[in-house]
């Protein structure tokens, strides 16, 4: 038969009809568009929004969905999680795919997944919700009663940016074998009877915070328990009773409410498509549209007819690495391949020699079966086994592995691809096919890969298998990676070593690194010189020599961190040598002394564990006032069923369009001509909108409009909008947009605050100043001067920027749906940028799946944009942006750098402290002065600083705009204040908490501004209490052990205070506005000008109305918030708006109250309804309006007096992590936090937010890190390349208190701000990884302080932990070569 023939058999000719069934229902498609992925199909044309686009690159996990499969050979069916936003529509041909949707809904009734997270405390912004709800539904489906082990390592691909991942992770625990069979893990607690007696105190009430006695029973989950304390004796002095009055709870949720889990009820893979798919043989398929032929074959038959056809196209499986390639660098492949149902290449079995695995055999397919295999078969022959399997736990996420084939890594040849050094150094080889049929087979070595992502495949042949041979007894193999984060990401340098030892000897072996040079490279030198060798310290030298200089890195060399990535090669080595030395019984080999073993203990991470304590309300409280009670997110639930509507998940208007940006390619360049010809001639496009399509400002900006809309005749960062197409679909507007042709004309860009600081490129420098400089250096009995460089962080919200502008048929009135945190900039904005009054503009917002300060000023671009091309178009128009397109354009936390010197006295006492700090504002103003003023005002923290002349210079650059971010400034004065405090404790040899308590601020003493602060003993409380609670001084001394009996693994304990201003120091922000609403039937529509953006606002103001009316809660509802219910509103920000709007409430509350009293004091017998009800009749107006401004005095920016903060709160935090001398990597392995938070309003919600908060800190100071080219292009512009924490990284043991019995009067209901406060505190943990750093230095005789700037990365670590394998590797000289990238 020929080919003709074969195709017309398969009917090639004609185009299949997509048929999947989705939550149980069939979808046909006769022209389907082969291009969508299956995230667009399901949102853009079944409208189910519930999975959501958080990345659109298998990054974040926020579309996951479970797709199922049924095999009429085995009869099985198969659930596995998988990216939606990676998944080829095509690809669920015949397939049954489950949204979050299909597994249960506000009305049905919740999935115990849904419902679990909802009442767990785990859904905030709720953006990321879906996704985790459906990876743990479908591990639900795999296994009934995971462990918490398999949680987690099926969270691997989820991120989420507020929680913090401790109550999502705590909710589901109660699905896990332990808990189910136990009942309750805390079933004999006391705390779990609601007795309010404490089952566990040792009777004495003397005065301890009683917690943190011995044998309480909140001390169960500490070494404590290990002690065998378990339980109290005496029920009637209950520790977790505060002050004798109001009990301490540690129970935010009750699992009792919980639905049971009932496998059974699931809904079944569809019987239909059962019935469908045993009817015949799998079929070839192809689908074609849109410029795309998508085939599937089904046998390699088939394949090689469709390629002979078809030579140029492209074969693709898992579409991990080709989808991303179409989504980020935008390929255009016209014809797809899939080999993902290939039968001959879905194959894996064990044969005499090895195991074969098929090309497309999934990496989750590889890990079963060779875990499986692993215990049939002696472990000898399986060390090539073990080293895959250990590797593919850190080998992406689970939604990756389980569609991604290792045919698709080999063939990518990536030069960190985590497989490839493994399969060289296990001598593998490879088995191809072309299109005759004539096979071939390689080994995959050095010469395999050719060139970068080349290789030797011939372009008409297919990877068909991949064999993996049995080791033999005397051989060893292992391998080794290390990432910005464990999990779920790319190496930075990852290894493999194989060595063939007879009787000590060296008879073979091999060496493979990826990440050192553009293809996975062997070390042939090396190999080569050991063989014959004996395996001793003499050979370790030699390999270590060879290894340095054959694996040597030019610097400059692409990827960057050259001597970082060098000195990984020597460590890895290192850490072989000794794993061979231990598990080898030969006389030959050397023994590894006790304190080395630490190099060879693999990354252990303990089951995570944790306390919330928070004050229970009075006992009298009525039931009815849910103000103190940990309520439950008001939204959570449609959150956690996909319901929530987000801005891109509203039903598209009637003729709406599409714009897509034109950003600016050049950081720095003058605009010779911009042409949209091409562009406008595309199908679909209906407009190219510029500067002059702008009738009003093209200026826009907060402080002062510095900025342009669209660039007119300059562009001053990559990203700068320079005009924006308008089209159908989003496909069309971005392709267009890409076609538009910008001519520049290249100027000098500025990148970082060294840059500007040599240019002298600053906007207006600030000062601030107290006492006398020169009698404090005088009275000093020491001085340090030094420098620190904080980075910048991204906010990464889950949701994109995004907006709809409708303009209205009458007048030039225009409505906006706006993820902004600030609705009155954004309605300014747009009437500016229109002409028109600002009654013409109505800005509305619902909900924001996160914000953390990044949608307050810049949000107004993208609405202010959309608006003006609404009107151009007349016609209603939306835009989400991508991930990267965001990353690229929007602003971060402002990066820093402090130059200081400070005097001290020999005890430690702080004299004076002169310092200049630099910020990196970039290429426009927004709010950097704030920032800076902030972070000012924090540089003193909880300290007495007599005299101090601190200097804030902001740098103007050429990067898009820095910007507000949770905290401003504060974070990176805090920590560079703290960091000076080790600094000072190191220089005279006290410990650092001597040095910190010495120096604390005392209520008689004023702030370097010029406040008191009154209650500034909480400082001192909450400090006691942590270094209680967290046993600070018996673990101080277990890390001193630790570390003098481990040479290579260090931990490192740190507690660090916190005083934090709250308020608005620009007076005329610190108001706010309420809207409140009786109807007739008594509910109550509750508007204020605060926006919900996952903190629990909403839950807040409904407590606190829900507390002044006297009514439940259940009676109100918030509908949303905007600019025609509460008018001039300030920005949800600085977390006051609890405060302020909470405020307002209680006022227009109050007053609704009081016209109610009448009809109360006349029938009290009554209800709420039948008040209102005779109101209404008796004409009563039954709406009213609140509004509240802080009595605070505010801050003159003009003379620089006043008092910037309306109070303070306080808290404390001690953190305890592990580094890897070798590696740099780290693990926290406990946190304690005690926060003042007065009386809280919702303690579930503060807690969220503590924590929350803190882990986002935690990643500011270790993980995070932006990275640029020296022309300024942003090259980790993705969750590829930029590391958010996930799961794992959260603090092994994570603990938090509120702070019991301090009532704040001058806020509502008595509590105090929670947003921002906490993000500070994981400053412990940097210090902790600083204290780490300097015993390992201690071991190589380094003794005193040490630079370390932030964020801790595992570079830093490593680096700063000289030995001798660093010191090979000296940092090359600044000036003496172009960098790879650079820091702003
Ligand atoms: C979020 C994310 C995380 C990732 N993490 C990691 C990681 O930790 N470590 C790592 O190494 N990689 C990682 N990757 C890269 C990628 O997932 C892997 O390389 C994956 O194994 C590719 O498999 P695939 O089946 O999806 O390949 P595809 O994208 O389908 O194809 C990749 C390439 O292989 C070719 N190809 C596929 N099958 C064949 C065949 N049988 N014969 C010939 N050519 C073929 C295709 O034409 C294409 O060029 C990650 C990717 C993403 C998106
Ligand atoms: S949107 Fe799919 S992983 Fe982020
Ligand atoms: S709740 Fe997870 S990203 Fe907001």
Request: aromatic share 8%; charged share 20%; net charge negative.
């Amino acid at each position: 038969m020929n080919v003709c023939e074969l195709f017309q058999n398969m009917s090639l000719s004609e185009n299949t009809v997509l048929i999947f069934f989705c939550n149980g229902k069939r979808v046909t498609d006769e022209k389907v568009d082969p291009s969508m992925t299956l995230l667009s199909y399901l949102r853009l044309k079944l409208r189910l929004t519930g999975s959501k686009l958080g990345c659109g690159e298998g990054g974040c996990g926020a579309c996951t969905v479970m797709i199922s499969s049924y095999d009429r050979l085995t009869k099985k069916i198969t659930n596995i999680s998988a990216n939606a936003c990676l998944t080829p529509i095509c690809q669920v041909h015949m397939m049954a795919v489950t949204t979050v949707e299909g597994i249960g809904s506000i009305k049905e009734g919740l999935h115990p997944v849904q419902e679990r997270i909802a009442k767990a405390h785990g859904s905030q912004c709720g953006f990321c919700t879906p996704g985790i709800v459906m990876s743990m539904y479908t591990l639900l489906r795999n296994n009934h009663q995971p462990t918490m082990t398999d949680i987690e390592d099926t969270f691997q691909g989820n991120l989420c940016r507020c929680t913090g991942y401790r109550p999502i992770l705590e909710g589901y625990r109660t699905f896990t074998k332990d808990y189910v069979s136990d009942g309750s893990a805390d079933k004999n607690c006391c705390q779990m009877k609601g007795n309010l007696k404490c089952c566990t105190d040792d009777g004495l009430n003397d005065g301890t915070p009683q917690s943190s006695k011995s044998n309480c029973c909140q001390m169960r989950n500490t070494e404590k328990r290990q002690e065998g304390v378990q339980s109290c004796t005496d029920e009637n002095q209950c520790c977790m009773i505060s002050n004798g009055k109001r009990q301490i709870s540690t129970i935010l949720f009750q699992p009792s409410e919980f639905t049971a889990y009932d496998p059974t009820k699931e809904i079944i893979f569809p019987p239909e498509l059962i019935l469908m798919l045993e009817k015949e043989d799998p079929q070839l398929v192809k689908f074609e549209g849109n410029g795309l032929t998508w085939i599937r074959p089904v046998t390699i038959d088939q394949l090689s007819a469709v390629r002979s056809q078809f030579p140029n196209s492209k074969l693709v499986s898992g579409n991990t690495e080709v989808g991303v390639d179409i989504k980020l660098k935008k390929m255009h492949y016209p014809m797809l391949v899939s080999v993902a149902n290939v039968a001959e290449l879905n194959t894996i079995g064990l044969c005499e020699t090895g195991v074969n695995i098929g090309a497309s055999v999934t990496l989750s397919r590889i890990e079963d079966f060779l875990k499986d295999a692993m215990g049939q078969i002696p472990d000898y022959q399986c060390k090539g086994f073990a080293a895959v399997v250990d590797m593919l736990h850190w080998f992406s996420g689970q939604q990756i592995r389980n569609v991604a084939g290792i045919g698709g890594n080999i063939i990518t040849g990536s030069p960190i691809s985590d497989l490839n050094p493994i399969l060289m150094a296990a001598g593998c080889t490879l088995a191809f096919a072309d299109t005759k049929g004539v096979h071939r087979s390689l080994q995959i070595a050095e010469h395999f890969f050719t060139g970068y992502r080349q290789n030797a495949m011939k372009p008409n042949e297919t990877l068909v298998s991949i064999h993996i041979p049995y080791t033999k007894k005397t051989e060893h193999i292992k391998a080794f990676k290390q990432a910005h984060r464990r999990d779920d990401d790319i190496a930075i340098v990852n290894a493999a070593f194989r060595v063939d030892l007879h009787d000590g000897v060296v008879h073979d072996s091999s060496m493979a690194f990826g990440g050192m040079a553009p293809t996975t490279k062997m070390a042939k030198q090396t190999m080569n010189k050991i063989v014959g060798r004996i395996w001793d310290q003499s050979l370790f030298d030699d390999v270590i020599a060879s290894l340095a200089n054959e694996m040597s890195l030019e610097p400059g060399a692409p990827g960057g961190m050259t001597e970082y990535r060098q000195s990984l090669v020597l460590s890895f080595f290192f850490k072989f040598y000794l794993r061979l030395n231990q598990e080898i019984p030969n006389k030959n080999i050397p023994k590894v002394s006790p304190s080395e073993t630490s190099a060879t203990f693999p990354f252990k991470r303990d089951e995570v564990k944790s306390t919330q304590m928070f004050q229970e309300v009075a006992n009298d409280q009525p039931p009815i006032d849910p103000v103190g009670r940990p309520l439950v997110h008001l939204s959570a639930y449609q959150q956690a069923t996909g319901e929530a509507i987000y801005v891109d998940d509203m039903i598209p208007f009637q003729n709406e369009l599409y714009m897509a940006v034109v950003f600016s390619q050049k950081a720095h360049a003058q605009i010779k001509c911009v042409d949209a010809t091409a562009a406008l001639s595309m199908r679909g496009v209906h407009a190219f909108i510029d500067h002059r399509d702008v009738p009003g400002s093209n200026l826009i900006g907060d402080i002062i409009q510095d900025e342009e809309l669209f660039a007119t005749d300059k562009v001053t960062c990559i990203g700068q909008y320079i005009g924006a197409i308008v089209a159908d679909d989003k496909e069309i507007a971005q392709r267009a947009a890409r076609m538009v042709q910008v001519e520049y004309q290249d100027l000098e860009p500025i990148i970082s605050i060294e840059d500007a600081i040599e240019k002298e490129s600053y906007f207006e420098p600030v000062r601030m100043e107290t006492g006398n400089m020169t009698n404090g250096f005088e009275s000093s009995d020491k001085i340090i001067e030094g420098e620190m460089r904080i980075g910048e962080q991204e906010h990464f919200y889950l949701e994109t920027q995004s907006c709809i502008a409708v303009p209205k048929q009458e007048e030039d009135f225009i409505e906006v749906f706006s993820a902004t945190q600030d609705l009155r900039l954004a309605q300014i904005t747009i009437a500016n940028a229109l002409g028109v009054k600002y009654h013409k503009v109505n800005v509305r917002t619902k909900r924001l799946g996160g914000a953390f300060g990044g949608k307050e000023t810049q949000s107004c671009n993208l609405s202010a944009a959309l608006a003006i091309a609404a009107k151009k178009v007349g016609r209603p128009v939306r835009c989400m942006l991508d991930r990267d397109e965001d990353m690229t354009s929007t602003g971060t936390r402002h990066a820093f750098l402090g130059r200081y010197k400070v005097g001290f006295s020999n005890d430690g006492k702080i004299q004076a402290l002169k310092i200049y700090l630099y910020c990196n504002s970039g290429n426009s103003m927004d709010l950097s002065p704030v920032v800076m003023d902030l972070a000012l005002w924090q540089l003193q923290n909880a300290y007495y600083i007599p005299n101090m002349d601190a200097y804030g210079y902001c740098c103007k650059t050429n990067i898009p705009s820095n910007t507000a971010f949770r905290a401003l400034g504060r974070p990176s004065a805090l920590l560079i204040m703290e960091n000076l405090m080790n600094e000072i404790s190191y220089s005279i040899g006290v410990s650092q908490n001597m040095v910190r308590e010495l120096n604390f601020l005392k209520e008689e003493q004023m702030t370097c501004y010029n406040q008191t602060v009154d209650d500034v003993h909480l400082v001192k409380r909450c400090w006691d209490e942590c270094l209680l609670k967290s046993d600070y001084t018996e673990r101080q001394s277990k890390v001193a052990n630790f570390n003098r009996s481990n040479r290579w693994k260090k931990r490192g304990l740190s507690i660090i205070p916190l005083l934090y201003g709250v308020g608005f120091p620009a007076i005329q922000m610190d108001k706010a506005g309420a809207f409140v609403i009786i109807y007739q039937d008594g509910s109550v529509l509750l508007s204020h000008g605060g926006v919900e953006m996952g903190q629990g606002l909403y839950t807040k103001m409904i407590q606190v109305a829900s507390r002044t009316l006297k009514i439940p809660s259940d009676q109100i509802y918030t509908e949303e918030t905007s600019t025609n219910k509460v008018p001039n509103t300030s920005p949800t920000a600085g977390s006051v708006s609890s405060d302020i709007n909470g405020m307002a409430v209680k006022i227009a509350c109050e007053k609704l109250y009081q016209r109610l009293e009448p009809y109360r004091r006349q029938e009290p017998d009554k209800t709420w309804s039948d008040w209102v009800a005779a109101a209404y009749m008796d004409r009563v107006s039954l709406f009213a309006t609140g509004f509240y401004k802080t009595p605070s005095k505010g801050f003159d920016y003009r003379t620089r007096t006043g008092e910037p903060f309306y109070y303070f709160s306080s808290g404390a935090a001690v953190s305890e992590v592990e580094i890897d001398c070798l590696t740099g990597d780290h693990v926290v392995l406990r946190t304690d936090i005690v926060m003042d938070v007065g009386d809280s309003i919702n303690p579930a919600i503060d807690i969220g937010q503590i924590e929350g908060g803190f882990i986002q800190g935690y990643g500011l100071f270790t993980l995070e890190e932006y990275r640029w080219s020296p022309s300024g292009e942003l090259l980790t512009k993705g969750p590829g390349f930029y590391k958010i924490p996930s799961f794992t990284d959260i603090p092994v043991e994570f603990n938090v208190s509120l702070l019991d019995g301090v009532p704040h009067t001058k806020v509502v209901c008595s509590s105090k701000a929670i947003g921002e406060p906490p993000l500070l505190l994981a400053g412990s943990v940097f210090l902790a990884i600083k204290e780490a750093i300097l015993a390992s230095r201690k071991d190589c005789g380094i003794e005193g302080s040490f630079r370390l700037d932030s964020p801790a990365t595992a570079e830093r670590i490593r680096m700063a932990c000289s030995n001798t394998f660093t010191e090979k590797f000296p940092p090359a000289v600044p000036g003496q070569f172009t960098p790879f990238f650079i820091r702003s």
